[in-house]
């Protein structure tokens, strides 16, 4: 069954679907659809959880193994497959009807998708999930919705804006869901009173570590290495929540990562500045998005967002390695210093 991404909650509650698929080119819409899908979930007792990475190479044996050697002290289990742009081949659409056709009944899937074209919505694999588990596409909000997109987010929050203020936020985002939704959190503590004028607009963006966290991609992907090194370490000692900055980071990497792919499958790089959804790569962006998609090898790209999942871990405990570290190590990596990796870096806080 079909279901907007606003409704999952609704749906979920009057029946907890086994299979869930939510696919589209929206990142941040994806990512709020998936922690309404993780939120239902929990609250129904789903107590354990894997993330699978699925690119062209990925060996489905290995997921068959885990499901069937599942911890039997978890009553019902959860497993997150993350499909990389191009991972859909035939092979692996074939191994996963057949993955789910034999999942046990305490089990729940949620798949992460880009965008699923038409012809592939009327193949086998996709019309079992739609029919026996729940399909939710994210539409993206094209350049010319992004200002009604964040009044109606305003408001949902008790927030009012006027034009020349939503105008000046619309063009300081550039088109970035993920900035705007987070600078709008900030908003709701800023204006007590729910007006949002254009002073408090100005003053906030520019103290925002979120947003500084977009000037911090700009300088990896201008190869700034100094300015990196020296951007994080100021967010650190300001005292500022890593998970926050990593939010905005992940978003532009994984963006780059989807870019790389479809280089890398024979599209120039004007059809794919062309091609993006919103937000769109603006014109002063290109020639630095440019330079750092050509600065690294096709396999490169898979392996930053292990990184990043490693920066996930030590930013909620998970391992004793030092968070800011590895974002350091990240950023430099992208920038063009691949091999840096100073010796105890990744250990030392």
């Not at 899908?37 to 489905?60: C, M, N, P, S």
Request: net charge neutral; proline share 3%.
């Amino acid at each position: 069954m079909q279901c907007r991404s606003e409704h999952i909650a609704t749906t979920l509650s009057q029946q907890l679907y086994s299979c869930i698929l939510i696919y589209g080119d929206e990142l941040l819409l994806q990512q709020e659809a998936a922690d309404a899908v993780r939120g239902k979930l929990k609250q129904a007792g789903v107590t354990e959880r894997k993330i699978w990475y699925i690119d062209k190479e990925f060996d489905w044996q290995q997921l068959t193994q885990h499901e069937q050697n599942l911890s039997l002290f978890s009553e019902k289990k959860g497993i997150e497959l993350r499909f990389q742009k191009g991972a859909l081949t035939a092979h692996h659409t074939k191994a996963l009807r057949q993955f789910i056709a034999t999942l046990s009944p305490d089990t729940y899937v949620l798949m992460l998708m880009g965008k699923i074209e038409r012809n592939q919505q009327k193949s086998r694999w996709f019309k079992d999930i739609d029919t026996n588990g729940l399909t939710v596409p994210i539409w993206p909000i094209t350049a010319a919705q992004l200002p009604a997109w964040i009044r109606q987010r305003m408001l949902q929050r008790q927030l009012t804006i006027d034009d020349n203020t939503l105008t000046l936020m619309t063009l300081q985002l550039e088109g970035n869901l993920l900035a705007a939704a987070q600078e709008i959190d900030k908003l709701v503590l800023l204006c007590p009173d729910g007006v949002v004028t254009e002073q408090i607009v100005t003053d906030s963006m520019a103290d925002n570590a979120r947003f500084q966290s977009f000037i911090l991609m700009d300088k990896v992907m201008q190869g700034q290495v100094k300015q990196i090194s020296r951007i994080i370490a100021l967010l650190r000692a300001e005292g500022n929540e890593l998970l926050a900055i990593l939010s905005a980071v992940s978003w532009s990497v994984q963006r780059l990562v989807n870019m790389a792919q479809a280089l890398a499958e024979g599209e120039t790089m004007a059809q794919l500045f062309q091609q993006q959804k919103p937000p769109i790569v603006w014109d002063k962006a290109k020639a630095m998005t440019k330079a750092i998609l050509l600065r690294h090898p096709t396999q490169r790209w898979p392996q930053f967002l292990l990184q990043l999942a490693a920066i996930d871990r030590a930013a909620k405990g998970e391992s004793n390695l030092c968070p800011w570290s590895l974002l350091e190590i990240l950023c430099i990596n992208l920038a063009g210093q691949d091999n840096y990796l100073t010796e105890g870096k990744a250990n030392g806080y």
